[in-house]
């Protein structure tokens, strides 16, 4: 019920593509999901959230797609470059709860 | 921008050696958090810390694991008697209050029990 499944484990894609990069979660409960980026030998870096009263939330070239009857929520990165070459990990935390749930990361990188 | 910062960066010790990590979190921030990432895998919550005492813990901070405030600027993480599965980063992390979501990541301690 704690936790949070995240896929693919890597992925690579053309500078200019989309990368898509899925969470899925079990517990309705949850009520903030963030999506942090990681750079090697640097801590996680919060790149953008979402609350489930929203179904999408956009910062720039990152979109957080939410579905919130499938349980599931999605980053998009558009117009990829190298420079997004990171790990990225979704995380869920459920109301009043201090913790952060991590799924397991997703190794991006864009090749030029 | 204020930052989280964390000492030592790397931290190597002995099997059964007591460790300290240290944190320094963002100076207005109100809620503490350790979290580990064993090389590869994903990040665990370790404990959180507000008011001077531990608000939420996980399975993993178990008797070896405490945390303190000692004064008004350090947040610090021990490990009394290190293991071999204790080798991990380290990660401190704060936040301003309960009703703000993010979690602001200090670089990180990467301890290696030998």
């Known amino acids: 019920q704690q936790q949070v499944k995240q896929s693919p484990q890597s992925l690579i894609v053309q500078k200019g593509g989309i990368s898509i990069i899925n969470c899925a979660y079990e517990n309705t409960a949850f009520d903030y999901f963030p999506w942090y980026q990681q750079f090697p030998g640097k801590g996680p870096a919060l790149l953008i959230a979402?609350?489930?009263d929203v179904s999408e939330k956009k910062e720039g070239r990152f979109t957080i797609s939410f579905n919130k009857s499938a349980k599931q929520f999605s980053l998009h990165i558009m117009d990829s470059q190298p420079g997004d070459s990171a790990t990225y990990f979704c995380?869920?935390?459920?109301?009043?709860?201090?913790?952060?749930?991590w799924g397991a990361g997703t190794k991006l990188i864009i090749k030029p | 921008e204020p930052e989280v910062t964390q000492t030592p960066s790397h931290q190597v010790t002995q099997m059964g050696q007591e460790v300290i990590l240290r944190c320094v979190p963002i100076s207005n921030h109100l809620y503490f958090y350790w979290y580990r990432q064993i090389l590869g895998q994903k990040v665990e919550f370790l404990v959180s810390f507000y008011n001077n005492e531990i608000s939420e813990k996980s399975e993993i901070f178990d008797d070896q694991f405490s945390v303190e405030r000692p004064d008004g600027s350090n947040f610090t993480l021990k490990i009394r008697s290190t293991k071999l599965e204790d080798s991990a980063m380290y990660f401190c992390a704060s936040k301003v209050g309960i009703s703000t979501d993010t979690q602001y990541f200090g670089p990180g301690t990467r301890l290696t029990v030998l």
């Open positions: 979402i609350r489930p």
């Open positions: 995380a869920a935390s459920p109301p009043s709860a201090y913790q952060l749930i």
